[in-house]
């Protein structure tokens, strides 16, 4: 007899490849746009300007991962998995952050969707989380100099700092 959850393996998988996929070319996107951003306002002692692209870069991160749970919310919706977008969406965001305050709300034979919703999830805010640590190095040394041209240091002291 075959394994009833079979369209639920292949389908998540599916979908979870597409999730990272949208995560992967975002964050590269992101990334390499604020490295260089950071790069020009550093050597142009623009240092608001590095904090508030910080920030902005933060904020597009966050934004990617709620577009992520509408992607998954929007495939259960599209396979007639859950009655309501809404339903879809929320029980998408239930699981990809892994908080599991909504009740397995899947048809029999599809629950291990959740498990892959919560994997995706877990996944894609690690790789979130190691690429914000590599963006801090230019807003830590940003802030840093702003904070000593308040402080009225030297310039030759503030353009030694690394």
């Known amino acids: 007899m075959a394994y009833a959850g079979i369209p639920a393996y292949i389908l998540g998988i599916l979908i979870l490849i597409i999730v990272m996929m949208v ?14 951003k950071s790069y020009l306002y550093l050597f142009e002692k623009k240092y608001k300007q590095v904090i508030l692209i ?23 919706y599209a396979l007639h998995l859950v009655p309501r977008l ?22 029999n034979g599809w629950e291990m969707l959740a498990i892959i919703i919560a994997l995706s999830g ?6 979130t989380a190691s690429v914000m640590i590599s ?11 702003m904070h000593m041209e308040s402080l009225n240091l030297a310039r030759e002291v503030i353009d030694r700092f690394e």
């Open 23 to 36: 995560h992967g070319f975002s964050i590269l996107q992101i990334a390499k746009r604020y490295e260089v």
């Open 54 to 76: 910080f920030y902005l870069a933060v904020l597009i991160l966050l934004l990617l991962h709620i577009f992520e749970i509408f992607i998954w919310g929007l495939c259960l």
């Open 86 to 107: 809404s339903e879809g969406i929320l029980f998408s965001g239930s699981t990809y952050t892994a908080m599991g305050f909504m009740n397995n709300i899947l048809p």
């Open 122 to 127: 877990m996944f894609a805010f690690a790789w």
């Open 135 to 145: 963006m801090t190095k230019n807003f830590r040394q940003a802030y840093a100099r």
